[in-house]
């Protein structure tokens, strides 16, 4: 198989499981309600269905990477993905709530084994000065899948039931993890020798490429992760389910023992990761993972663009609703310029960062982002629709650069080594943003809405319009800021894609492995640390 073809059947196995994950969290929530009917669920419990999905996500993102690191990108991804193809399957089949429930955490467990996994094989399968435009049509692909999730789902849901929803990941789970599979076994076996310097520089790529489909523990030339790191996961993951679970409860109870010992087992459990990770011989995240400057700032400006996103998107949905008396269609009509631009920002973005730079291109468009939600909470009953329309243009623009330009600092920064571990933790941070920002945004809500008499039955919002009006603009002004610091962080990114240190690697491979100078430096820090 020739490594262009490879590189092809690799992008489209990335972009499809990213859809595949993004396109299940839209129809879901377009499915609930019919869910909660049928199955005579209460509203917790339905609420259930995807917090029990999000903590199993969350709290895997990580040690899922590490082991596609160790055992192959393209195996976990095969795995995930056929796994969660299964369990949709199983969860339009399941005879109640707690069925669904149950099957959505391990729709989740399997979902954190896939998505570390379509970052990893891009890293694995492309040189990193042609990361850029992979990396953008999956974003442009999360949102074509955000933008069409909705109107799909209450199409299958009209006419089919909530069932439908999960039987649409079946078919192109199945095809794509098989076809995952096929390539692994088709791909030629890596070279047992290194290739010497003067190879060409296609040939090296070629054994790079076919080392993603043949990937071992033992990696040649290259120092594969010398162990999984359990007890270090299992701290991670501890802190992880206590964080989203203290940020789920949080807004509807607000502090009570249960939420205040949810945050202090999450401080705790970090507390414990940080000092483990220190002492440990074999760390989940590495050194040069974890101590890069470059890193944490993609890392901080992914978790404030999300959080400022998804908060913004759940204050504006109840503005458009309860306070305009649109209907969800006409709710969907007035945010879709947002997905609309984050599928047109993504590939253009590659081309911005190529010539501009991440960190002028990054601090754009998390300006832009900061304005589009400055514009919004401007917004009253005598808004009309282009003043709208515009707030969310500003979004999807700022919103689907960041997403290209932020992750694509952190898989080039990476070796491919460590591919894994970086693309969960960048998971990691586009799950934990939304959880925050809509968090922060409830309970901001709820705090600043003056008391009314307004309905308060299950299911009906606890504000009138006027109430909610009141506290929407200082909300937002909130998440404004919250926005403004992912500004900050943006500008602590390289100028240029060429000061990522993984961008001049020379491409000589050992074992169809890139060995570059960021992995040799790091092996020898490794081994005076130890």
Not at 112 to 118: D, I
Not at 228 to 244: E, I, N, R, W
């Amino acid at each position: 198989m020739t490594t262009r073809r490879l590189q092809r059947l690799v992008l489209t196995g990335s972009v499809t499981g990213a859809v595949i994950v993004a396109l299940d969290g839209t129809v879901l929530t377009v499915a609930q309600p019919a869910l909660q009917r049928d199955l005579h669920a209460s509203f917790g419990q339905v609420q259930w269905t995807s917090t029990g999905y999000l903590i199993a996500v969350a709290s895997l993102l990580v040690f899922a990477g590490r082991l596609g690191d160790r055992y192959g990108h393209q195996q976990l991804f095969a795995l995930g993905i056929l796994g969660f193809g299964a369990t949709s399957a199983a969860i339009g089949l399941a005879p109640g709530v707690g069925w669904v429930i149950g099957l959505r955490v391990a729709q989740g467990i399997f979902g954190a084994l896939l998505q570390p996994a379509t970052l990893g094989m891009l890293r694995a399968t492309y040189p990193p000065d042609q990361l850029g435009m992979p990396l953008a049509l999956r974003t442009s692909g999360i949102g074509l899948a955000a933008a069409a999730g909705p109107v799909l789902g209450g199409a299958l849901v009209a006419h089919w039931g909530w069932q439908a929803v999960f039987f649409l990941n079946v078919v192109p789970a199945g095809l794509i993890g098989g076809l995952a599979l096929v390539v692994r076994g088709a791909a030629p076996a890596p070279a047992p020798a290194p290739t010497p310097p003067s190879a060409s520089s296609s040939a090296a790529l070629s054994d790079s490429a076919s080392s993603f489909a043949a990937e071992t523990t033992t990696t040649g030339g290259a120092r594969a992760p010398a162990g999984l790191d359990l007890p270090g996961a299992c701290l991670l993951a501890l802190a992880l389910v206590s964080l989203v679970h203290t940020l789920v409860a949080l807004p509807e109870s607000g502090w009570t023992v249960v939420t205040a010992l949810g945050g202090a087992v999450a401080a705790f459990a970090c507390g414990a990761f940080i000092r483990h990770e220190r002492r440990t011989a074999s760390p989940l995240i590495p050194l040069s993972v974890v101590g890069s400057t470059t890193i944490a700032s993609a890392l901080a400006v992914l978790l404030s663009a999300s959080a400022a996103l998804f908060g913004t998107l759940f204050v504006s949905t109840y503005f458009l609703q309860d306070v305009l008396l649109l209907d969800p269609l006409e709710s969907g009509l007035r945010v879709l310029p947002l997905a609309v631009l984050m599928v047109l920002s993504a590939p253009a973005s590659a081309v911005l960062q190529r010539r501009y730079g991440p960190r002028r291109t990054t601090v754009t468009a998390m300006t832009l982002l900061t304005l589009g939600i400055l514009v919004l909470s401007q917004l009253d009953r005598t808004s009309t629709a282009p003043v709208i329309g515009a707030g969310f243009l500003l979004l999807g623009a700022g919103f689907g650069t960041v997403m290209v330009t932020a992750t694509s600092v952190i898989v080039r920064q990476v070796s491919t080594a460590h591919a894994g571990v970086a693309g969960g933790l960048q998971q990691t941070a586009m799950n934990i943003g939304p959880t925050l920002g809509v968090a922060t945004a409830t309970m901001l809500v709820t705090l600043t809405t003056p008391t009314t008499t307004g309905d308060h039955s299950p299911g009906a919002p606890h504000w009138t319009a006027e109430a909610f009006l009141s506290a929407m603009g200082p909300t937002l002004l909130t998440l404004t800021a919250v926005a403004a610091t992912g500004v900050l962080a943006a500008a602590k990114l390289p100028r240029s894609t060429t000061a990522d240190g993984d961008s001049r690697q020379p491409p000589a491979a050992a074992g169809g492995r890139v060995r570059d100078p960021s992995e040799a430096s790091e092996a020898t820090a490794m081994t005076s640390s130890d």
